[in-house]
């Protein structure tokens, strides 16, 4: 009986393990393709990978199921798993869920805040206008997603930040191109304000609104940088391919 219950903790502590190595490699994963390391449509070699990060193909695959579960990579039937391509029409699709997802944020923070998170807003907002002021865009793009994460994490809701984080996860390559083709720097940083403010005033309409148009506003960024009309963005193209094919 001792040496059954020996056996049976040893495979329940093999189990965890493996559980623990196919998240590191998830978000190993993960860290690649948010960076641009793995471009959209590039195929994740296996072979490459696992040697890569030590590891066998089996744990690799099942964090390759994760990802592709959340939308970052998709299966191509006979050619393995590619990281997946957004198409600009897909991405404004999302921009429109992430604008009622984020408004939605701002009604709840403002019900929520604290001067003590003020603070500490408003004190990211004076470093973002420095990084601003120095054009350096790495530094204010981290600063930025660092912001809004911030923002999200304040509303105590871990079913709203899934859910936002997942769409931003989506839009993050878009979005570092629709920031720098803009040169917003200065013009986001002031609808960050926008928004800090209207959640300081305690009024959770005009902070809904406010939030609802920051992203409304980036949305209407990206379009510029992908060279649409507002006529073109809502009519589907003719012939599309699908976002998921690489």
Do not use: W
Not at 1 to 19: I, V
Not at 174 to 179: A, G, K, N, W, Y
């Amino acid at each position: 009986m001792e040496q059954k219950a020996e056996a049976a903790a040893a495979q329940a502590g093999g189990g965890r393990e493996a559980d623990s190595l196919v998240l590191h490699l998830e978000a190993q994963l993960e860290h690649l393709i948010l960076t641009g390391e793995l471009k959209p449509g590039e195929r994740l070699n296996e072979i490459h990978l696992s040697a890569r990060f030590g590891t066998s193909r089996g744990p690799l695959r099942e964090a390759m199921r994760g990802l592709e579960a959340r939308g970052l990579v998709t299966m191509v039937r006979n050619r393995g798993m590619y990281v997946r391509a957004i198409s600009a029409e897909e991405a404004l699709e999302i921009y429109d869920v992430r604008a009622a997802i984020f408004g939605l944020a701002g009604r709840i923070l403002t019900d929520r805040v604290t001067d003590e998170m003020l603070e500490d807003l408003y004190a990211r907002l004076a470093a973002m206008d420095a990084l601003a002021a120095e054009r350096d865009f790495e530094g204010y793009y981290h600063a930025n997603l660092d912001f809004h994460e911030r923002l999200m994490r304040f509303t105590g809701n871990g079913v709203l930040m899934a859910e936002y984080k997942s769409l931003v996860d989506k839009l993050h390559l878009c979005r570092v191109s629709s920031l720098l083709q803009a040169g917003g720097l200065a013009v986001s940083n002031r609808e960050h304000r926008e928004m800090v403010d209207s959640v300081a005033s305690g009024d959770k309409y005009r902070a809904q609104e406010a939030f609802f148009r920051h992203v409304d506003r980036a949305k209407a960024r990206f379009r510029h940088a992908a060279g649409q009309t507002p006529a073109e963005a809502a009519a589907p193209a003719a012939g599309a391919r699908s976002p998921a094919q690489p």
